[in-house]
């Protein structure tokens, strides 16, 4: 059985370099099929950056009445902060808030002379809370709208701002469904590519596996060595393409960080750079060994 094993792995790699001219052009069409996957992949890593980059932008403020003690704001954060639904839960005193208003109006005169009037700071204290999707702010409010809270909060801006996170909330949900779709659409045509291309490659070689037939070898005998050059041909193509992609990474980098906020995708690139090689390789195997073998049952009746 070993023995078996050995011959077939040698006629396998024996195969892939003889056949030089129909390997090279077998592993550039899966380059081209892989390049449409990893294409893929890192088009769903932006959209990914670019929902989180959204949904960082959608948060609550909850106000509090005057004299509510700090204690009970803090106890209150913390309460928010062991539901699951939040993410985050930043307190603002009385005091920052103003010291935030002057700092921000700084430049009107008017404001900050009438401030400077006032006998009492005017500015409530508050907790911005940042959920962890879009839809769960509403369980979120439920929770603060709870009766032993009615006497310290005086405002949540959830319903002020509630068009505004519907509408975020639509457009992450659209962009995570065309974003599927685009993806499970783009590596059909790559799988259906690829399929063909090792079909054309194995019949090329018909004249050989008759040869094969005539002379008693057995089917999984016959089959072997094409399996054996189906994961070469998976697992070169997975290599040049990921080497191809990492110049035009660096190139668009710098655009794609600017449009799409917090992507990093040469750093996503090289701390990944082994997964999304197995990745490749794992799709690129699947193809090879699979297209390999349906041609050899369809086409040469072996």
Known sequence: MLTVFKRIFKVGFQNFWRNGWLSTATVSVMVLALSVVLGVLLALVLSQALILNLQDKIDVSVYFKKGTIEEDIKKIQNDLLAKSEVKSVKYTSESDALEKFKEKHKEN????????????????????????????????????????????????????????????????????????????????????????????????????????????????FVRGPFVVEGILYGAVSAIVTVAIFYPIVLFVAPYTDSIFPGSDLVGYYQVNLLRLWIILAVFGIAIGVIGGMIAMRRYLRV
């Open 109 to 220: 005169q008017i404001i900050i002379q009438s401030l400077s009037e006032l006998d009492e700071n005017p500015l409530e204290a508050s907790l911005d809370i940042k959920a962890t999707a879009p839809e769960k702010f509403t369980a979120i409010v439920s929770f603060l709208e709870n009766k032993k809270y009615e006497e310290m909060i005086n405002k949540v801006s959830y319903y002020e701002n509630k068009e505004v996170i519907d509408r975020l909330t639509s457009v992450t949900s659209a962009i995570r469904k065309i974003g599927i779709a685009i993806s499970l659409a783009l590596a059909i045509v790559a799988i259906l590519v690829s399929f063909n291309t090792i079909r054309i490659a194995i019949y090329t070689l018909r004249d050989e596996i008759n040869i094969m037939r005539l002379v008693g070898a057995t089917n999984w």
